[in-house]
């Protein structure tokens, strides 16, 4: 009986962790970048925060455009 008691906590603590991982990388904006140039073209939010390319967050989804 402990052994499922066990199971389930740690399964129950495995799955929190993991949706607060995948919340937490979904939040992150997105920043594009300018193949040619190498400069920042635009920048998607998610949230309530408004980055922009002046002032584009320390951990961000980096992409690449053609411009």
């Known amino acids: 009986m402990k052994n499922v008691l066990y199971t389930v906590i740690f399964t129950g603590l495995l799955s929190l962790g993991a949706f607060m991982a995948l919340s937490n990388a979904l939040d992150i904006p997105d ?5 040619e140039t190498g400069e920042c073209v635009k920048v998607v939010n998610y949230t309530d925060e ?12 980096h992409g690449w455009v053609m411009k």
């Open 50 to 61: 408004n980055f922009t390319c002046e002032n584009y967050p320390r951990k961000f989804n």
């Open 31 to 35: 920043v594009y970048f300018s193949y």
